[in-house]
């Protein structure tokens, strides 16, 4: 079965400062998602990375994947308190998606 | 366009009660999925449906967990009866084609379960 090791799962960080959220998985994958759940609300899609090397960015958030590492990385850029929120990584292998535990992320003032 | 919607956001029912949780895709989605988050670990997956087909129900935990999508549309999720393990966050997700095929699966705001 697919493994996804997500740290660290919580991250308390001061707004300005940069952070990076990691994603391992077990198997090879040549896509990975990011999702961002805000409390009570859907899961987001944030990002969508199809290929090794793929880098996307959108505002402070850049998320880059490597498949021969079998690593993703969502790196926080001078983080704001409206990036608070609880952030995913997700595999998906055959029908479905294999998630990460989940990275729950504060950004204090 | 309408997103992914699931009823109730909230559940609190006793041990041995039973609940059901109702999903409605996006319009024109075949495929239909529940995934299940436990005591803030992992989102699990649970099944799959294709219309009104199951096509893979092997995350289902047990036999007190029935999922039904009569006419492919909306599904529902009843758990009978519940028990304490059960209590989690019931993600319900759907998609055009299966996310092999490079499309993404939009996801509900789930349902929180919690059984005392």
């Known amino acids: 079965e697919l493994k996804v090791e997500q740290n660290p799962l919580f991250l308390s960080m001061q707004e300005g400062k940069n952070y990076t959220i990691y994603c391992n998985y077990s198997?090879?994958?040549?896509?990975l998602y990011w999702y961002r759940q805000d409390p009570g609300k859907s899961l987001e899609s944030l990002f969508v990375?199809?290929?090794?090397?793929a880098v996307k960015q959108e505002g402070r958030l850049m998320a880059s994947l490597d498949t021969k590492a079998r690593l993703s990385t969502l790196h926080i850029t001078a983080a704001v308190h409206d990036l608070s929120a609880t952030y995913f990584c997700a595999v998906p292998m055959g029908n479905q998606f294999y998630f990460g535990t989940g990275t729950s992320l504060t950004v204090i003032p | 366009e309408a997103g992914v919607t699931q009823f109730p956001s909230h559940s609190v029912i006793e041990k041995g009660q039973t609940v059901t949780l109702r999903c409605d895709p996006i319009?024109?989605?075949?495929?239909l999925y529940w995934y299940r988050r436990v005591m803030g670990k992992e989102i699990k997956f649970l099944l799959h449906f294709v219309k009104e087909s199951k096509q893979d129900e092997s995350g289902m935990p047990n036999n007190r967990f029935l999922a039904e999508r009569t006419g492919g549309t909306y599904s529902t999720l009843k758990v009978q009866p519940a028990e304490l393990e059960d209590s989690g966050v019931y993600f319900c997700?759907?998609?055009?084609?299966?996310?092999?095929?490079?499309?993404?699966?939009?996801f509900g705001q789930g349902t929180r379960l919690t059984v005392v």
């Open positions: 997700a759907s998609s055009q084609v299966f996310p092999q095929a490079r499309t993404e699966a939009f």
């Open positions: 198997t090879t994958s040549d896509r």
């Open positions: 990375l199809l290929s090794n090397g």
């Open positions: 319009s024109g989605h075949d495929n």
